[in-house]
T-cell receptor, first 113, second 116 residues
Framework: SQQGEEDPQALSIQEGENATMNCSYKTSINNLQWYRQNSGRGLVHLILIRSNEREKHSGRLRVTLDTSKKSSSLLITASRAADTASYFC?????????????FGTGTRLTIIP | DAMVIQNPRYQVTQFGKPVTLSCSQTLNHNVMYWYQQKSSQAPKLLFHYYDKDFNNEADTPDNFQSRRPNTSFCFLDIRSPGLGDAAMYLCATTGQGSIMGKNIQYFGAGTRLSVL
């Protein structure tokens, strides 16, 4: 399986704290994306980082990418109760015309009010 | 405004009784995907359409079929549902982003299938 791994599997923090999730993958990539999934709902795209980028920011989100280690991290700063969800990393392999995402195993984040 | 719409949100079927799940999109995207997601697991790609070209994943059981009559609609047919097919089924779309290396996917809210 080409599926990536995420850790931790579950994370509980107090509201206002920062949450960090990590993702490792196996193949060379074109880009890596992070998605959020609220319970019982579809996935929502959060942020995309290309293979030639090392860090990207979007609001309270900060993503890093280390292609030499085949790993990425997602940092959510100043967490809110509404951030409670599952977070998945997903990679796009490097060959042209590939339309598929390979998802990681996910991190279930709980923000305690 | 919903851009990828899945109907129904909840579907109950009987063991062995064929069931069809539907997905429609208003994004005019050329690629549509069907995923199966079981509890606390990552979405698992079943197949996808690139325009009218059907792409089946190697480990997708023959019990799962799909139809895409036009750009906007895509259907998932489960010919003889088993208890192990109870899951959330997610539809997603993407545009010509693959050429630009983006591949951002837009997901519907999912259909939760129960098999009795």
């Amino acid at each position: 399986s080409q599926q990536g791994e995420e850790d931790p599997q579950a994370l509980s923090i107090q509201e206002g704290e920062n949450a960090t999730m990590n993702c490792s993958y196996k193949t060379s990539i074109n880009n890596l994306q992070w998605y959020r999934q609220n319970s019982g709902r579809g996935l929502v795209h959060l942020i995309l980082i290309r293979s030639n980028e090392r860090e990207k920011h979007s609001g309270r989100l900060r993503v890093t990418l280390d292609t030499s280690k085949k790993s990425s991290s997602l940092l959510i700063t100043a967490s809110r109760a509404a951030d409670t969800a599952s977070y998945f990393c997903a990679t796009v392999a490097i060959f042209i015309g590939n339309e598929k995402l390979t998802f990681g195993t996910g991190t279930r984040l709980t923000i305690i009010p | 405004d919903a851009m990828v719409i899945q109907n129904p949100r909840y579907q109950v079927t009987q063991f062995g009784k064929p069931v069809t799940l539907s997905c429609s999109q208003t994004l005019n995207h050329n690629v549509m995907y069907w995923y199966q997601q079981k509890s606390s697991q990552a979405p698992k790609l079943l197949f996808h359409y690139y325009d009218k070209d059907f792409n089946n994943e190697a480990d997708t059981p023959d019990n799962f079929q799909s139809r895409r009559p036009n750009t906007s609609f895509c259907f998932l047919d489960i010919r003889s549902p088993g208890l192990g097919d109870a899951a959330m089924y997610l539809c997603a779309t993407t545009g010509q982003g693959s050429i630009m290396g983006k591949n951002i996917q837009y997901f519907g809210a999912g259909t939760r299938l129960s098999v009795l």
